[in-house]
């Protein structure tokens, strides 16, 4: 049974930094991508960024380029989106989610998503 859960959501200023971390475990192959999502109020969710577990690819959309980074710990099966510079608009519920072999193209689009965790909240203030 996969697992997937998310920690180090909060509040902070504009401006300043935050650690989100995600853990998986029941994941039996060697192969399969991790993808960073959020989602405002009265927004859709959308991708921040992915990670593949074996090819160590990292893939981030065009509004947090630069400010975010996604890294693994093979050795702890999780994973880190550091934040930096946050915006308010960066305010939203964060989502880990798993799954195998995700199609490059895809890997920031939900659907292709089974295993997500519960969400953590960030808030940034003005």
Do not use: H
């Not at 930094?17 to 969710?45: H, I, N, V």
């Amino acid at each position: 049974q996969v697992q997937v859960v998310e920690s180090g959501g909060g509040l902070v200023q504009a401006g300043g930094s935050l650690r989100l971390s995600c853990t998986a475990s029941g994941l039996t192959f060697d192969d399969y991508d991790m993808g960073w999502f959020r989602q405002a109020p009265g927004k859709e969710r959308e991708g921040v960024s992915c990670i593949n577990w074996n090819g160590g690819y990292t893939v981030y959309a065009d509004s947090v380029k630069g400010r975010f980074t996604v890294s693994q710990d093979s050795t702890r099966n999780t994973v880190y989106l550091q934040m930096n510079s946050l915006k308010p608009e960066d305010t939203a519920i964060y989502y880990c989610a798993a799954d195998f072999s995700v199609e490059s193209s895809r890997v920031l689009d939900s659907r292709e998503y089974n295993y997500w965790g519960q969400g953590t909240q960030v808030t940034v203030s003005s």
